[in-house]
Structure formats: structure tokens, C-alpha cells
């Protein structure tokens, strides 16, 4: 009777391995049988799947999208047709003999489910596996490894587990045991498989005239397989032998090699198993076991998070994210951006806003607009800061102290899964489980109680502070999240636009925004060219507050010009901004002109954003994150000198076809910076967190 | 103490005689207490001395800024007056012109008028101090328009070593070779061991929280006999005196930034200090950019298979509830 067989590998990174696999595939003694060779491809950045089929046209390639070795091997067999399912490994090479033999050993008995070949190395003398064998402790490892093959394991018999190195199922025993447990992702899923077969009654055979070269680790790392062992060894006992696990996590090689937090996510993972597979009444006897040894083993601050991040894992509550702003009470670009956040995230979270200040949600409808009623507020006030009654939690002042008057802010971090510092406030020390630092640029000096670094994750406005962040605190950031930008005015039109141009930068009292030395140089241009004299404005929009010297001074200083066509608009309104934007021609910005110092340089500059949505050609200083909005000379200009303000302005003024083609790459190039991209990397961002948290695995995928 | 000491001697030979016990304890007590009514009054008398200072200093400070309130008055008339405003048109139309901004020219200009208001503000003295100081320490900075950030600030950390030296806990003479080019030159101080504060080192008793690595004195960059002017940069602290002479501490990867109409060769020599403990000093030589756009990466964390239903969430729940609350009331 012709049988059909599949041959099921799983591809990793290893075309040249493959090629060879394959081919001596096709050279096996099928004994009359048919073949059907599937390969799942789990490597997501190498052309495999197209060599293998170019080279092998009669192979099945199946694509993965998660480089999972269990639930590549259930794809396999989910899509498989034959009466036995091999599973081998892609970097071996077969013996003619092999399939004949397997298929012999598992036919010899009805109750075999499964016969395990002999495994050697490449050299063709020394073992690689003839099976798996428990040695102590709950670790498993290859029968004969290393040992030379001295005719010692030549006989066939039973054995307690198969490796998935090279190994022939029976269909009937692979549907009545089910699928690889896909939790065990590489490496004793095997082990894991074996017992549930052999809890059906199904026996495991060794058949030594099987033989099969194995090239050791060929496509995966030892320390990959390492640490998938510990990890799945924990996940086995939690699983299998629940009373095992309390005594289990100080002979894990997690532990004995102090990899703590790699040990704590998987011991996570393995309670995860133990509630899923187990009585409720064992799972609380186990936890209560838990309890002492993981406060002995993490300690209590570990302990306490641990068991916290249990509920989130086990899906017991929501998480919760605590977002801290000591500057919550003021208006600012840094607020409007982590406020959005948490706009966009507190419909899936449990979020609670953490301020110094007295301030409430509302305010952030009032001044941008944001809708933050689905979050709370808890004000803690920092008693170093209500003594000396300050109103601006400056974190200078607190250099000097001995004991961190943000220790407070530390203790509430606690009570959270994710704990965002969102103003940059450096001397917070988190606490909670997963925390994030947002960081809108590193001006600050790494000082007493620095503790940016024990975050994990950071994100940036732009590369400008990822750069900065690099080379001022050593610290690499996660994300780059560039703030959203939405003030497209619905009536803009490239081609309806006044002879304006126009300028938006707060009247800083420091005068960083250059207004002065913008009503120069135009000033300049105009002197020279009657024509713009006569036709053109330059507008200088923006806000101030207070008492403001600077915006004395650059009233004075457009008096001094004498020069009609220059209108100062300090404070205008939404409507009014969205006006002058839809009107001007050519934006301006020089923050940051002739400074050396890079805080004083536009960290992002989200108003040439705003222009250039708005069909605005930019004429921007090449420094800073204006680099990362406009390319110079495709969707506007960048320069380095006033001189060249000048002879750029000019250029697009005087070439009105350059102007309209510019604007329009302005506005293409804009759409980059748009609230739905901000959204979807947030939220992608912040789910991956969760999974995180959920005692996911880190794994590649597609 | 000593007294103390003394007296215990004395006693501990009686003690053979008679029942010291007593006497050396009222003693003792007695000496104590006397120590500590002085210690009160000697506080007492100096938080006396310091409210006095404190309400002179006040006094003064009131003083200063009436008087600059004054000032500012005087200023704002001087302003408004027509010999202001036909001066400013004056520096406008002809300086600006003549002896553009970042120029070697108008830096001279800048100069001399500088001067010309030490002679007739702070008199002759003053006047030759300046002078004197102006042509020993090559003073003024004829620095153009700072070019591209690309060419300087942002980019000097894809760079080039220069030098590698130990520093020790004595200064400690240092030259290295400076090949200079046209425009912007970086020069970076990198400290492998990097920066402490003295106030975490409580032998030092110093509240000092800044950030050290290293202290350099008489720094100069020559070229063909010139010296080359240069501004220090980022995390250089202010000057200030040790044993009278000038010194600069600095903080991990300090800057130098020099500017240059044309490439030369030049030799950077200073004198060396480090702080607390020896270090090892690298000097970098500018460098462009290594910009990285977005640090995502394909590896994402990936749930594991759903979690069986069955399972008694609420009895679960509890016990982890629990086992939270008996540690939280543990720790705190």
C-alpha cells in the first residue's frame, strides 16, 4: 500500500543549510511511499521562500509571520496530508536509510506513536541525540551528546522523549495528543509533546539504523537555546508539576547566572501556565508557596511588582498607567503633547494624571483642547517646594539636598503597571513595573539623583534629541515620536495665496526666537527691492505674556526701520493663526540662528510644521529638528546665515512656479507629522508595553 | 577629650585607694554639660553674627537696586535724546557697513571702543590693564557666523583621537598636535572614567554637587608663534583660583571650539589636574553626525496562547490580592 508522508521543516535564516537538507531528502528510499515536503519559512528578512522554490519547485513553502518554532511546526501539520508527519531539522542532512527505518520502528508496534532517529554531527562519528533523557532538577538533555558513536546506542528500544531534531509521528497519535504548545516557542516543546503522548498511551521508539547529520546550532544561537530552556523548563513545571516550581527557581541558570529579570518574566509566564493548566486550588496552594520564595529571591520591592504585574497577566484588572508632569499647571508644548497621549490611550487604560501644583483636566480642554475626562488627577505636592512656597518645580534647586525631595513622586510610581515621567524631570526614580521617559530635550546636566537611566523606555521629540540624548546622557532612546500636528486650514490653497510672509515663534523674553534679526533682514530685502517694498508684508505672529521687554524691543525696533510693511500680531487667536496661515506665501524661522548652544536650537519646531500644512514654503535655520521637516531645496529651504535667508527668500519670491511647486511639497511632507501617525505609534508603542507586562514573549515578527 | 582622658588617669590610680565610681561619673557630666553650654552660646552668637550680615546684605541689595532703577531711568532718557538716535543711525548706516559683524576688522573696532570707555569711564590704569590683558590673552573672538550645525556642535561625536592621557591628582604639563582647517574645529575632553561630584564623597565634606572629571590650567593653542583664539564650550565650569592661579574644572566631554580662516597646524597645551581619583583623558578632534531616525525594530513582544476560561478568576484574584497586601504592609 502506497502511504503519503510529510516532511515538515521549519526555516530559519538558513538557505545554505536547507539546500542541502533537501536534496539529500529527495535521494531517501521512500519504500514505494510518497512524499510531501512542506517548509515553514520563520525568518521574516531572507529570501529563503523564493529560493526554495526556485530550486525545489515540488516543496510546499508556507510563510510565518512570527519567527515561533512550535506554531511554525503547528502551521506544518495543520496544512499536512500524510499518514506520517517527519519533522527535521533544516540544518541536517538525511542518510539514504532514514525514512525507511523510522518508518519500520514506528510500524513494529500499534501503540508506537512516535520513533526518534539517531542524531550525529557533521563529523559522522560523535552523537548528537538519540532521545531526551531527565538529568536533575527538571533539566533535560540529549542521550549520547558528544559521546562517540561506539556502537553503544545501536540498539532499538523504548524511550521516555523524542528530540525534534529528526522524528517520525504517526497522524493518529499527533491528533489524538494535539498541537505543540505554542507558549514553548523553541526548545522542549518536544519534552512537552513526549509526555502528552505518552499520557495518551502512545510509546516513543529509537531507531539507530535511522541516521541523520546534524550541523549543532546551526541556525539558532547557543545562548538563544540557553535561555529558552531555563525559561521553558519553568514553564514545563508550572505546567506539568506545579509543587515543583516554588524549589525550582533557585536551580534555574536564570537565576544562577543573576539574569533576574529575565527569570522573574518567565517565572511570570510559568504561573501563567500553572493557573491554565491546573486546579484553582493547587495554583493558590503553589502562590502561597510563591510568596516567601519570590520575596527571598527578588526581594520585596520585586516581589511587590511581581505580584502586581501577576494580576495584569492573568487579566484581573486593567492596567494602570500614572502619567507625572510637575509642570501640569502650565500651558506648554511638552504638555499639549503628553496630554495627547493620554488623550488617545485612556479609553484602554486606567490613567491617573500625577501634578505638584493644584490644576485641574478641565483646563487642558480650555487651552488645547484636549478631552481628558476619562482620567483622574491626584495633586502630591512636594513639601521642598510648598516650604519655600515655589510656583515652578525647578529640579536645580534640589542639587544640594541629602535626601531627593522627588522620592514621594518615587513612592507613587508604585501604584502603577506604567509610570510615565512626561516633563523630564530627572531626579524621579520609578518604581512601577514598566516605566517610560519622555524626553523633549536633555538640558539638563546629569546631576545629584539622576535617574533617567533606570527607565525602560525613552521617547523623543525628534532625532535632534535623540542625538542630544545620546551624547549628554548616554542614553539611547526607544521611539522617536514627533509631535502631532493638526492646522490645516480647510480653505488653503496653493494657489490662492497672499504676498505674505509670515513668521510664529513665542516673543521669548530671551529673544531666541529672532524676531529682531527677522524685521533686519527683511528690512534688508526690502531696502533693495521696491517691488517687495511695495507688495509684500512680513508678519510676525506669536505669543507673549506678561510684561514682555522683548516685544517692546521689537516694536522699537520696526519703528527704528521705519518700515511700513512689517506687522507685529502678538497673542492672535486660533481662527486668526489659521487665517494668516492659509494667506502666507513663505514661512520664516531662525530659532536658533548663530547659537552654539543646542538647547537654544528649535528642538522640532512644530509651526514650520503647521505652515507647511498649510501650503507654505519654509525658510528655515539648518540646525536643530528643522532638519527633519524640511529638505532643502525639495519642499523648502534651509540655510545658515542671514545672507542666505535673504537670497533663498528671494529666490522663491521672485519664481512664482518654484513657490507653488515648493508649497506643495511642503504640504506632502507635512502629512508626516499628522495626529493619526502620532496615534498609531503611540498606541503601537504602548501595546507593545502591555505585552510586555501580559508576560508576552519577545519574539520577531513580520 | 583630653581633659577627660586626664581625669579618668588621675582617677583610675585613686581607684585603688577609694570608691571612684561616683565622683569620676559627676565629674565627667558635669565637664560635659559645660561643653555643651558652650557649644549653645557659640551657635547663638553666630546665628547673631549671620541675621546682622544677613540685614546688611539686605540693606546693600535694596541700595543696589534703586540705584540701578536709576540707572535704567538714565538709560531710557538717553535713548529717547536725539544724539542717541543719530549715533545709532551713524553705527547703523556706516559701522554695519564698513566693519561687518564676526569680522577681524569690527572685532578690532570693538576693541578700541571698548577701550576708549575704560579710559574715560575707569581712568588710565584700568585702561592699560585691559590693553595689557587684550594683547596677552589674545582676547577678542573673530568668529564669522557660526556655519552649519552640521559642520560643528551637533556632529563632533564621529571623531578623532588625538591624545590619550592620564591624568593624575597632581597638573601635570600636556601638549598635543592640532590639525586645524578652515572654519569650525571641536574639540572634545572625553573622561572614560567621567565625572563625580565632591558632595558624594563625604571625606571631601564639600556640598560641591557638580559634575568633575578634570581641571586644566594655562590652556593655549599656538600656531607658526600665534597664539589661536578659542571659546570653551559646553560643560566647561567658570573659572576660578587654586592656590591664585587660574584653573577650569570641567565635566565629562567638555568642548573647545576654535575658529579658523585657514588650516594650520597648530599645538593645544594646557596643564592637567584630575579629581579625587586619576583618570584617563581622550582628546577628540570634530566629527558629522550619526543620526538615527527611529529605533524600531521587528522584535515585538508576542501573547501567549489565551488563558483557559475555566479558570476561578475571583478565588485566584484573592489570593493575589493577598499575597499583595501581605508584602505591601511588610515593606512599608
Not at chain 2, 582676547?139 to 590619550?164: A, G, Q
Request: charged share 30%.
Amino acid at each position: 500500500m502506497v502511504d503519503l508522508i510529510t516532511i515538515l521543516i521549519v526555516n530559519y535564516n538558513g538557505w545554505d543549510y536547507l539546500k542541502k537538507c533537501l536534496n539529500s531528502i529527495f535521494k531517501v528510499d521512500k519504500c514505494g511511499n510518497l512524499l510531501e515536503v512542506i517548509i515553514i519559512n520563520n525568518s521574516p528578512t531572507d529570501k529563503s521562500a523564493q529560493q526554495i522554490q526556485e530550486t525545489f519547485p515540488e516543496v510546499n513553502v508556507i510563510e510565518n509571520t512570527i519567527n515561533n518554532y512550535a506554531k511554525a511546526l503547528n502551521l506544518g501539520v495543520s496544512i499536512s496530508t500524510g499518514k506520517y508527519i517527519a519533522i527535521l531539522n533544516n540544518d541536517t542532512i538525511v542518510e539514504k536509510n532514514w525514512l525507511k527505518e523510522l518508518l519500520k520502528t514506528i510500524n513494529s508496534e500499534k501503540d508506537i506513536g512516535a520513533a526518534q532517529s539517531k542524531i550525529l554531527f557533521n563529523d559522522e562519528i560523535t552523537i548528537n541525540s538519540v532521545g531526551v533523557e531527565e538529568v536533575e532538577d527538571f533539566y533535560f538533555r540529549d542521550i549520547g551528546f558528544n559521546e562517540k558513536d561506539n556502537g553503544k546506542y545501536n540498539k532499538p528500544g523504548e524511550i521516555n522523549f523524542f528530540t525534534g531534531g529528526s522524528v517520525l509521528l504517526k497522524r493518529e497519535c499527533i491528533e489524538q495528543v494535539g498541537k505543540f504548545d505554542e507558549d514553548f516557542v523553541i526548545y522542549m516543546e518536544d519534552v512537552d509533546y513526549s509526555i502528552r503522548c505518552k499520557d495518551l498511551g502512545w510509546k516513543i521508539f529509537y531507531s539507530p539504523d535511522s541516521i541523520v547529520y546534524h550541523k549543532y546550532h546551526g541556525t539558532a544561537s547557543s545562548k538563544l537555546c540557553e535561555y529558552f530552556c531555563s525559561r521553558n523548563r519553568l514553564l514545563l513545571l508550572g505546567k506539568r508539576y506545579p509543587h515543583k516550581l516554588p524549589e525550582s527557581i533557585k536551580t534555574s541558570h536564570l537565576f544562577l547566572k543573576g539574569e533576574t529579570s529575565e527569570l522573574c518574566h518567565s517565572l511570570l509566564q510559568a504561573i501563567r501556565k500553572l493557573i491554565d493548566n491546573n486546579e484553582t486550588e493547587i495554583s493558590c496552594k503553589v502562590l502561597r508557596k510563591l510568596d516567601t520564595v519570590v520575596k527571598d529571591v527578588f526581594g520585596t520591592q520585586i516581589a511587590l511588582n511581581f505580584f502586581t504585574q501577576l494580576e495584569v497577566v492573568l487579566g484581573l484588572r486593567k492596567i494602570k498607567i500614572g502619567i507625572y508632569d510637575h509642570a501640569f499647571h502650565f500651558a506648554g508644548g511638552g504638555q499639549r503633547y503628553v496630554a495627547k497621549i493620554a488623550e488617545i490611550l485612556q479609553d484602554n487604560y486606567d490613567i491617573t494624571y500625577i501634578a505638584n501644583k493644584e490644576c485641574t483636566l478641565e483646563k487642558y480642554n480650555e487651552w488645547f483642547g484636549i478631552d481628558l475626562s476619562r482620567c483622574k488627577l491626584k495633586i502630591i505636592k512636594i513639601p521642598f517646594y510648598e516650604k519655600r512656597d515655589l510656583y515652578y518645580i525647578d529640579e536645580g534647586r534640589t542639587n544640594h539636598e541629602n535626601i531627593n525631595p522627588f522620592d514621594i513622586i518615587s513612592y507613587e510610581s508604585r501604584n502603577y503597571d506604567i509610570f510615565i515621567n512626561a516633563n523630564m524631570l530627572s531626579k524621579v526614580n520609578p518604581l512601577s513595573c514598566e516605566s517610560l521617559f519622555i524626553c523633549h530635550f536633555p538640558d539638563q546636566d546629569k546631576n545629584r539623583f539622576f535617574s533617567v537611566d533606570k527607565y525602560n523606555y525613552i521617547i523623543t521629540n525628534s532625532d535632534y534629541t535623540t542625538f542630544w540624548l545620546r551624547q549628554k546622557w548616554d542614553i539611547e532612546a526607544n521611539l522617536r515620536l514627533y509631535p502631532p500636528v493638526e492646522m490645516n486650514h480647510q480653505e488653503s490653497d496653493p494657489k490662492n495665496k497672499k504676498k505674505i510672509i509670515l513668521s510664529v515663534a513665542r516673543f521669548e523674553p530671551g529673544g531666541s526666537k529672532k524676531q529682531i534679526e527677522m524685521a533686519n533682514a527683511y528690512y534688508e530685502i526690502c531696502r533693495k527691492n521696491k517691488d517687495i517694498r511695495d507688495n509684500w508684508t512680513l508678519v510676525l505672529a506669536g505669543g507673549s505674556s506678561g510684561d514682555n521687554d522683548y516685544l517692546k524691543k521689537v516694536a522699537l525696533r520696526i519703528n527704528f526701520l521705519e518700515i511700513k510693511n512689517i506687522k507685529l500680531m502678538p497673542n492672535v487667536d486660533m481662527e486668526e493663526l489659521k487665517n494668516l496661515y492659509r494667506s502666507a506665501s513663505i514661512f520664516w524661522h531662525l530659532c536658533g540662528l548663530n547659537e552654539v548652544d543646542p538647547h537654544r536650537v528649535e528642538h522640532f519646531g512644530m509651526t514650520t510644521v503647521e505652515a507647511m500644512q498649510n501650503y507654505c514654503v519654509p525658510v528655515v535655520i539648518d540646525g536643530g529638528g528643522q532638519k527633519e521637516i524640511v529638505d532643502h531645496g525639495v519642499n523648502g529651504f534651509r540655510f545658515n546665515s542671514i545672507e542666505e535667508l535673504k537670497a533663498y527668500t528671494l529666490k522663491i519670491i521672485n519664481d512664482d512656479r518654484l513657490r507653488e511647486d515648493l508649497s506643495l511639497k511642503a504640504f506632502e511632507k507635512s502629512q508626516k507629522f499628522s495626529s493619526d501617525i502620532f496615534k498609531n505609534q503611540i498606541i503601537d508603542f504602548i501595546s507593545n508595553i502591555e505585552m510586555k507586562l501580559r508576560a508576552g514573549e519577545a519574539l520577531e515578527v513580520r | 577629650m583630653q581633659r577627660i582622658v586626664e581625669m579618668v588617669n588621675e582617677k583610675g590610680s585613686d581607684s585603688e585607694r577609694s570608691f571612684p565610681g561616683v565622683e569620676i561619673q559627676t565629674e565627667l557630666l558635669s565637664i560635659m554639660l559645660q561643653d555643651e553650654i558652650k557649644k549653645t552660646e557659640l551657635k547663638e552668637r553666630e546665628i547673631n553674627e549671620l541675621e546682622k550680615m544677613l540685614a546688611s546684605t539686605l540693606e546693600k541689595l535694596q541700595e543696589e537696586k534703586i540705584y540701578n532703577q536709576e540707572l535704567e531711568a538714565q538709560f531710557k532718557d538717553m535713548q529717547m535724546s536725539a544724539t542717541w538716535q543719530i549715533q545709532n543711525k551713524f553705527h547703523q548706516k556706516i559701522i554695519e557697513r564698513l566693519l561687518k559683524q564676526g569680522t577681524r576688522r569690527r572685532a578690532s573696532y570693538d576693541q578700541i571702543i571698548k577701550n576708549i570707555r575704560i579710559l574715560i569711564n575707569e581712568g588710565g590704569r584700568a585702561f592699560c590693564n585691559s590693553v595689557k590683558e587684550c594683547v596677552l590673552n589674545n582676547k577678542y573672538i573673530p568668529i564669522k557666523t557660526v556655519r552649519s550645525y552640521e559642520e560643528n556642535i551637533e556632529n563632533m561625536w564621529r571623531d578623532r583621537l588625538l591624545l590619550k592621557q592620564k591624568a593624575t591628582l597632581e597638573f601635570k604639563a600636556t601638549e598635543c598636535p592640532l590639525p586645524i582647517v578652515v572654519g569650525f574645529n571641536v574639540i572634545r575632553f572625553h573622561v572614560r572614567e567621567g565625572a563625580e561630584s565632591p558632595c558624594s564623597f563625604p571625606e571631601l565634606k564639600n556640598e560641591d554637587s557638580r559634575r568633575l572629571s578634570v581641571a586644566i590650567k594655562n590652556i593655549m593653542i599656538m600656531s607658526k608663534g600665534y597664539r589661536i583664539p578659542f571659546v570653551m564650550g559646553n560643560n566647561c565650569y567658570d573659572a576660578e583660583y587654586l592656590n591664585e592661579e587660574e584653573i577650569k574644572w570641567i565635566s565629562n566631554d567638555a568642548t573647545i571650539l576654535v575658529h579658523s580662516e585657514e588650516s594650520t597646524s597648530a599645538m593645544l597645551s594646557f596643564r592637567l589636574l584630575s579629581f579625587y581619583r586619576p583618570r584617563t583623558l581622550e582628546l577628540y578632534l570634530k566629527a558629522s553626525a550619526n543620526r538615527e531616525a527611529n529605533t524600531a525594530s521587528n522584535i515585538r513582544f508576542v501573547p501567549l496562547t489565551e488563558i483557559n476560561s475555566k479558570i476561578d478568576r475571583e478565588i485566584i484574584g484573592r489570593e493575589i490580592t493577598s499575597i499583595i497586601y501581605h508584602i505591601g504592609t511588610e515593606f512599608f
